[in-house]
């Protein structure tokens, strides 16, 4: 097993070429190529993700092996079943317990040929592309918004278009937005026709030159080491003041935890002023790839907090809620949780171990999140470390730039 050790500087002074967001890539790469895109996206993420996906899509391999891509699986099912040819998608063996069923059951319902080569409701897939017949769908509106987005993005090249209606509560809202917003830069007409239906025209989408905008989740990390070192100054660059991305409201979180954030032509500077709440209640519904940037953050900061609308977190990478109580228990805090949903700490603290090694589950944000506690907890250790490669390669580079040390330790 691999761990880091890292070292703190006094104060973290720099400029970080921050990863293209993953999310983006990986919508605009799907609707490129249903687009036919003669230009290829511009300032592509780096990550696994998004990697897996141009191979993907450029290999014309028959068995697809998206190894631990969730995006890619969900985004990928749809897209070949909208277009001709017969593939094998399937992936590591985390992603073959990962399910899918609601996704297939609605492809199916549109006419897509789609089969379950091992477990029923599981990859891998074998799916047999064709014209797509079927323009409606019922989904419930708390399903991942990877499998509403992946529906979505196929709509203009359905024979009479897609038209969506979410039941019930509608969460990840800005993700679904969010490739909405994509599917009109590319020339596709899909709109909002009531707060629950979604309409998609069988207008093909357009070649565009198209650039891919930093990662805001990615950023979320940067504004945490500021919150937690004793003095920062950081540059992030290729974030858009008006962002698709939904995670760009982490900013506004951030400011109430006493971190400023100046937009620049180039990107943002954040600095810290200090002022920090007595507690912080959020909702996280919208923004849950950011849910542990701010527990670590504010048990580190001794904030007690309640964060609500985390009902997502479980069937992530791995399950969020439990991972991130286990590992803050090595630091000697004590979260709760309530209804899967719910994570909450009211200052209850137990005896820090004296060398936590901090366990990351497969999960990239795990590292990421815990990363900094090093400034509050100098002897911690991060577990396979490489796991960052999911959506941030760079990490620990970058963090080697704003001047931490980091140690292979083995």
Not at 193 to 209: D, E, F, G, K, N
Not at 216 to 225: E, G, L
Request: negative net charge; aromatic residues 8%; contains cysteine.
């Amino acid at each position: 097993m691999m761990l880091y050790k890292l070292i703190s500087p006094s104060m973290v002074k720099a400029t970080i070429q921050l990863p293209a967001s993953k999310s983006i890539s990986n919508r605009a790469l799907i609707i490129n190529a249903l687009g036919k895109g003669i230009y290829p996206p511009e300032n592509l993420s780096d990550c696994d993700d998004t990697q897996v996906m141009i191979k993907a899509l450029t290999e014309g391999k028959e068995t697809i092996d998206i190894m631990a891509a969730g995006t890619a699986m969900r985004f990928l099912t749809a897209y070949l079943s909208a277009t001709s040819g017969e593939r094998i998608i399937t992936g590591t063996a985390r992603m073959q317990q990962r399910p899918i069923q609601i996704l297939v059951n609605a492809l199916r319902e549109l006419g897509a040929e789609i089969e379950y080569t091992h477990n029923e409701g599981y990859p891998p897939l074998r799916i047999k592309g064709a014209e797509l017949k079927g323009n409606e769908i019922t989904l419930k509106g708390n399903v991942s918004s990877q499998y509403i987005s992946a529906l979505l993005m196929i709509g203009p090249v359905l024979k009479d278009g897609l038209t969506l209606h979410l039941t019930g509560e509608i969460i990840s809202r800005p993700y679904i937005n969010l490739t909405l917003q994509l599917m009109q830069d590319f020339g596709a007409k899909a709109a909002w026709t009531s707060p629950s239906s979604i309409s998609v025209a069988p207008q093909p989408y357009q070649s565009v030159p198209f650039t891919v905008e930093s990662d805001w989740s990615a950023a979320s990390y940067w504004y945490q080491i500021a919150a937690l070192s004793p003095e920062a100054e950081i540059e992030l660059l290729g974030l858009f003041r008006n962002s698709y991305q939904g995670d760009s409201r982490g900013a506004e979180v951030f400011s109430r935890l006493g971190i400023t954030t100046e937009f620049t032509p180039k990107g943002v500077k954040i600095k810290k002023t200090g002022k920090t709440p007595e507690r912080l209640e959020e909702d996280f519904v919208d923004i849950p790839d950011l849910a542990q940037t701010f527990v670590v953050t504010c048990a580190l900061l001794n904030i007690p907090f309640r964060f609500t609308g985390l009902q997502s977190l479980k069937i992530k990478e791995t399950d969020r809620i439990a991972a991130l109580r286990t590992e803050l228990k090595k630091l000697g805090y004590l979260i709760e949780e309530e209804n899967d949903s719910v994570l909450m700490w009211n200052g209850e603290r137990c005896e820090p171990e004296a060398v936590p090694v901090i366990a990351t589950y497969e999960d990239h944000r795990m590292a990421m999140a815990f990363a900094p506690a090093v400034i509050t907890f100098p002897k911690l250790l991060i577990a396979d470390p490489q796991v960052v490669s999911k959506s941030y390669p760079g990490y620990w580079e970058d963090l080697k730039l704003a001047g931490f040390q980091v140690i292979n330790e083995g």
